[in-house]
């Protein structure tokens, strides 16, 4: 049992729903620490958040693999890859379609007018166009991605209720751990981007760093509850929920964010970044485990 484990069963219970809230309580203190950095790096250049959201994307591919998909095919599937790959397409079925309720944040973050390649005819207006509009479709844009996130702690977290001895319990307590660790640390550039892209629509640097702390609260607190008790309550649902986590996880770094990294001629500093993330989430996975 490592260290990081005991004491964090000692602090917070054996209790996979509060453990849960806790590492949900986590997530989103994380994001709201991100936010809060435009108090202290108030001009923060385009080639330093690109680097970071590199980052973010490395953590989170790697954490799709190590916490959600690998554990979901050998421990919870009994070695069937079907029912985790199932899920997968389903959370990867899920954003896409989501995704097209709101627009991509490229076009809010960067002011542009794009057209829109399922409607050639449509264009997409930035942040300079309309400030409140393009504001309030980037916050949606931004936590309709922190979805995942959060259904991906409840999931881990549910996992522990469902481990069939001691071994299993803390083999499963580890890997929500290290899994709520990699999120975290991915939401802290992830809320300084979405920060600074708000502070460039024309928000009050102040009032979005207390709107994205609630933001993310309101979105991955019910989400982690929502993991954890489905996977708690319908055991054979485990390794798709993982499946779904993983998905809808893969799908935000393959569609935004490195799309977004790699559009403004910082892609070495970015391809970095994300190789850092894997190594960052490999060690927490092997540390922790």
């Not at 055991?235 to 490195?258: H, K, N, Q, R, T």
Request: net charge negative.
């Amino acid at each position: 049992m490592t260290a990081v484990v005991e004491a964090f069963r000692s602090v917070v219970g054996t209790n996979p729903v509060v453990m849960g809230l806790v590492g949900g309580l986590v997530i989103a203190g994380l994001n709201l620490l991100g936010a809060s950095l435009v108090f202290v790096w108030k001009n923060p250049s385009q080639r330093g958040l690109d680097g970071a959201l590199g980052f973010a994307a490395g953590v989170m591919l790697a954490a799709a693999f190590t916490s959600l998909i690998v554990p979901g095919i050998e421990e919870y599937a009994g070695g069937d890859p079907v029912p985790v790959l199932v899920g997968l397409a389903l959370g990867v079925l899920f954003l896409d379609q989501a995704d097209r309720l709101v627009p991509h944040a490229h076009y809010l973050l960067t002011g542009e007018r794009r057209t829109d390649a399922a409607d050639p005819g449509e264009s997409v207006p930035g942040v300079d166009d309309e400030r409140l509009a393009p504001v309030v479709l980037f916050i949606l844009a931004i936590t309709l991605h922190n979805m995942p996130e959060g259904l991906a702690v409840g999931v881990g977290f549910g996992a522990v209720a469902q481990a069939t001895d001691p071994a299993a319990a803390e083999a499963a307590l580890a890997q929500a751990i290290s899994l709520m660790l990699a999120i975290g640390i991915q939401n802290v550039p992830e809320g300084l981007a979405v920060s600074v892209a708000a502070i460039n629509a024309g928000l009050d640097r102040r009032f979005y760093a207390v709107v994205a702390g609630l933001r993310s609260g309101i979105v991955e607190l019910p989400l982690v509850l929502l993991g954890v008790l489905a996977v708690a309550l319908v055991e054979p649902l485990l390794p798709y929920a993982m499946g779904f986590a993983a998905g809808a996880m893969l799908f935000v770094i393959s569609d935004e964010i490195v799309p977004e990294t790699h559009v403004r001629g910082n892609e070495r500093i970015a391809t970095l970044g994300t190789m850092l993330g894997v190594v960052v989430m490999l060690y927490l996975d092997v540390s922790l485990g």
